[in-house]
């Protein structure tokens, strides 16, 4: 039933694969599969200080590339659901290395607020909504928390290097007015659609650690404890921070190369 309605609506609202251009469906079968990879830990050369452990399904090309993009660019929502599916899986590998207990905390990385509104959507919260969903009906609570937003208007990302695009978000990001309460409710996953030099991703998590620090910072002064790198608020900090992407460039995976 489901497959013929497809095909009706193919014919009235013609489609075509978003990441192969095949015509009557929005994601075939092949292309579908590519999403369906094992999940590995991926890491960006030079990789950024800061960045924490990133887990990725596909290398950031041919059909992946496309994908992401229509669904960015172009407002192809319906590749919501497969590429939130995708990053569920590499949330769930990487939770599973981690260990710990408590509800996913997805915490998509944020847009430029123009370039939000020039797309008529936040393609990255779309698809970290798409995974959380994937991950409690498997039976795994999982939230997506507005956590982080801009402070500062940044330069547009295309065209710039590694050095150049961590310079351009340096002290970008931070956690909104009364979040910072949300971090106890959790593990926090950092999740965006890509992964290339890693800025974007380090930025993030600096923001989140900056937070927690203050936290604990407030925590220590109630109860005579220690907030900094050596106290349990300054370790949990570091150590419970993760982050899963979609894609990532092909030679972050070289990580899982002998």
């Known amino acids: 039933m489901k497959a013929w309605w497809r095909e009706i609506t193919a014919l009235v609202l013609p489609v075509a694969c978003g990441g192969c251009g095949r015509p009557r469906t929005e994601l075939c079968d092949v292309c579908a599969a590519v999403l369906d990879a094992r999940p590995c830990r991926v890491r960006p050369a030079p990789e950024p200080a800061g960045l924490p452990v990133v887990h990725a399904v596909a290398p950031y090309e041919d059909a992946v590339r496309a994908m992401l993009l229509a669904h960015k660019e172009r407002g192809a929502l319906g590749l919501a659901a497969p590429l939130g599916g995708a990053l569920a899986a ?8 981690e260990g ?65 695009r961590r310079a351009n ?11 910072r309460h949300l971090l106890d409710g959790g593990r926090v996953w950092l999740v965006d659609d ?3 030099t890693g800025a974007s991703l380090t930025e993030a998590a600096r923001a989140v650690r900056a937070a927690r620090a203050v936290r604990g910072a407030v925590g220590a002064r109630r109860t005579g404890g220690s907030a900094g790198p050596g106290g349990s608020a300054g370790r949990g900090a570091l150590a419970s921070l993760r982050a899963a992407v979609v894609a990532a460039s092909p030679t972050a995976f070289e990580i899982n190369r002998n």
Do not use: F
């Not at 590499?90 to 290395?97: C, I, L, Q, S, Y």
């Not at 997805?106 to 970290?128: E, N």
């Not at 978000?169 to 979040?179: C, H, I, K, Q």
């Open 169 to 179: 978000l340096a002290g970008a990001l931070e956690v909104v007015p009364g979040g």
């Open 90 to 97: 590499a949330v769930r590998a990487g939770a599973g290395e």
């Open 100 to 164: 710990g207990a408590g509800p996913l905390l997805l915490v998509p990385v944020p847009s430029a607020r123009r370039a939000t509104a020039a797309r008529g959507h936040d393609p990255t919260r779309r698809i970290a909504l798409a995974a959380a969903a994937v991950l409690r009906r498997s039976g795994t609570p999982a939230h997506v928390p507005a956590l982080l937003r801009q402070r500062r208007v940044v330069a547009d990302q295309a065209g710039l290097g590694a050095r150049e």
């Open 194 to 196: 890509l992964l290339t």
